[in-house]
């Protein structure tokens, strides 16, 4: 069973940083395809952020140059470091991870960036 528990969401102002953190629990985080994804009021849930077992990270167009993701095998622990933040990156963000079993998902913090 995987379980994905997401931190450090809050409001911050446009232009500032925060760090989301992912906790992952089982044994399969280190071979898996993790990922970081959002959800906006009335809009579908996309991926943003995505980074391999390998450690090659991809991004949305949308937050490329100022979102990094990052993650400890060692300690089963998925990041994304966020800045330049803009109104628009306002949304629920939510953990990802994807392996042969499926795709799970956590249940999300709140990111709002006010304008």
């Known amino acids: 069973q995987v379980q994905l528990v997401e931190s450090g969401g809050g409001l911050v102002q446009a232009g500032g940083s925060l760090r989301l953190s992912c906790a992952a629990s089982g044994n399969l985080f280190s071979s898996s395809t993790m990922g970081w994804g959002r959800q906006a009021p009335g809009k579908q849930r996309e991926l943003v952020a995505t980074?391999?077992?390998?450690?090659?990270?991809n991004y949305a167009d949308s937050v490329k140059g100022r979102f990094t993701i990052s993650r400890d095998n060692a300690k089963n622990t998925l990041s994304l470091q966020m800045n330049s933040l803009k109104p628009e990156d306002t949304a629920v963000y939510y953990c990802?991870?994807?392996?042969?079993?499926?795709?799970?998902w956590g249940q999300g913090t709140q990111v709002t960036v006010s304008s």
């Open positions: 980074i391999t077992s390998g450690g090659t990270s």
């Open positions: 990802n991870l994807v392996n042969w079993l499926g795709s799970y």
